[in-house]
């Protein structure tokens, strides 16, 4: 029974250690660190996670971006701004909270006063237009929770695959629709960029937890 126990989680460590990108940070607030050999936008693809597997890439030897999260990702987040709302409100669609954090860190860097050149407002960036309160839109939860909302319908429009709601989130879908696929654009693909390396640091921090604890219950050593 032991070593059943043993080999899924070094099995699982392994997995995991896959998934996760190797991303060097200089601190948990600061800015990401610039990475110089960074894989090009089009080589990332999303795999949809299914309850008998994992789905077949588009593309072999590539990056591979899940939207999976644990009960871990509550204590990550209990470090970030505003992070029990971005929980609650990811949840509620099914959504890595820490993509969530990643999104709002790349649009306005948790400041809730933000407003963009072209008027969208708060964490998130809502366009007023967009929303029957846009008074509202300074208020955090509420914010986040039309954020979330909306990307969890840009996520059905583009089949789960979280690169192109992440640049229809940044462009407009209907410009992801016309070039069938991340347009080209300096600013999308700069934004996508920036979210995929913060939700990578924050991933590894989730798996150090999980690491952590799975090695204080004693399932972690050599036989």
Do not use: C, W
């Not at 990550?76 to 971005?86: E, M, N, Q």
């Not at 909302?149 to 640049?167: D, P, V």
């Not at 999308?188 to 995929?196: A, G, S």
């Amino acid at each position: 029974m032991v070593r059943v126990v043993y080999t899924a989680s070094v099995a699982f460590i392994m997995i995991l250690n896959v998934l996760l990108l190797s991303f060097e940070t200089t601190s948990f607030e600061g800015e990401i660190d610039t990475i110089s050999d960074r894989p090009k936008i089009e080589d990332i693809v999303f795999l949809n996670f299914v309850e008998n597997g994992i789905s077949k890439t588009e593309k072999s030897n590539s990056i591979i971006l899940l939207n999976r999260y644990t009960d871990f990702s509550k204590e990550i987040l209990a470090r970030i701004p505003f992070g029990s709302i971005i929980y609650r409100e990811a949840v509620k669609y099914k959504i890595d909270p820490l993509l969530i954090a990643a999104i709002i860190k790349a649009e306005s860097v948790f400041d809730k006063h933000a407003v963009s050149k072209r008027g969208a407002i708060g964490l998130m960036q809502i366009l007023p237009s967009l929303v029957s309160n846009p008074e509202r839109l300074y208020d955090p939860s509420y914010n986040i929770g039309v954020g979330v909302r909306y990307f969890s319908y840009l996520l059905g429009e583009f089949s789960g695959n979280i690169i192109l709601a992440l640049a229809a989130y940044n462009a407009g879908p209907n410009a992801v629709k016309r070039f069938g696929t991340i347009p080209p654009y300096k600013e999308t693909r700069n934004y996508i960029r920036k979210v995929l390396e913060y939700h990578s640091y924050l991933k590894q921090l989730e798996a150090q937890r999980i690491i952590s604890t799975l090695d204080s219950k004693g399932l972690l050593y050599n036989l």
